[in-house]
């Protein structure tokens, strides 16, 4: 038995099994539809630089809508066009009121909590309004609402500027507030008509418009 075992294990010793080298696989491309998806490799396109949008109109700024804005606000007898009125530019609203609580703090009263606070619950507010009224009404939204009203506000801005200059609590800075209160309802109210295509619902945003800007005042001359 110990001799068959032993032929027999040289039997199986003396096969010769194949002999194979072997050869890493390397891929040389990556398939946009492989498992890992990561894409064809090979092929990305390189980043062009030089051809980038300005980061500026990548932000959504352009100076040229934000001068027409406010030369409107300064001028009522400005034209006023849709692309104008439906601008969601928010450089203006966010600077106007910075410049509002900073001649306040000139005065000694800090208020740039109850400025950002007033003037986006009140740029809700109105745009709530406006849905109610006129829910037809194509390119209304929040932000160029927002962006409205801030612009309409520059009024309010040379109003905090004079006080800097009368005496506080006043017949003539009365006077001015009134004015000043009266004219930033105006020029939103002639966005906000543009915006909405109706004049006779222009009189009815008036009203909550002239509220919102005298809450203003009040911050200013008291």
């Not at 990305?44 to 934000?66: A, K, M, Q, R, V």
């Not at 740029?123 to 409205?148: E, R, W």
Request: net charge negative; aromatic share 14%.
């Amino acid at each position: 038995m110990s001799n068959y075992g032993q032929a027999y294990a040289d039997d199986w010793m003396s096969v010769d099994a194949p002999q194979e080298t072997y050869k890493p696989f390397i891929p040389t491309s990556y398939n946009a539809d492989n498992d890992f998806g990561f894409g064809n490799m090979q092929t990305t396109p390189e980043e062009d630089y030089e051809n980038e949008p300005p980061l500026l109109e990548e932000l959504g700024i352009d100076f040229s809508h934000i001068y027409n804005k406010i030369w409107v606000v300064l001028n009522p007898r400005a034209r006023i066009d849709s692309v104008l009125s439906q601008d969601a530019d928010l450089t203006g609203p966010i600077l106007f009121c910075f410049l509002i609580a900073l001649l306040l703090l000139l005065r000694g009263r800090v208020q740039f909590g109850y400025t950002y606070g007033f003037f986006f619950a009140g740029c809700f507010l109105i745009y709530l309004l406006i849905g109610l009224l006129n829910d037809s009404a194509t390119g209304v939204t929040l932000s160029s609402i927002t962006s409205i009203l801030g612009y309409s506000i520059i009024p309010i801005v040379l109003l905090s500027g004079v006080s800097l200059v009368i005496p506080a609590k006043s017949i003539v800075s009365y006077i001015l507030a009134i004015f000043c209160c009266l004219w930033s309802a105006f020029s939103a109210s002639r966005f906000i008509e543009i915006l909405i295509g109706s004049k006779d619902q222009r009189y009815i945003i008036m009203y909550p418009l002239i509220l919102l800007y005298a809450t203003f005042t009040l911050l200013t001359v008291f």
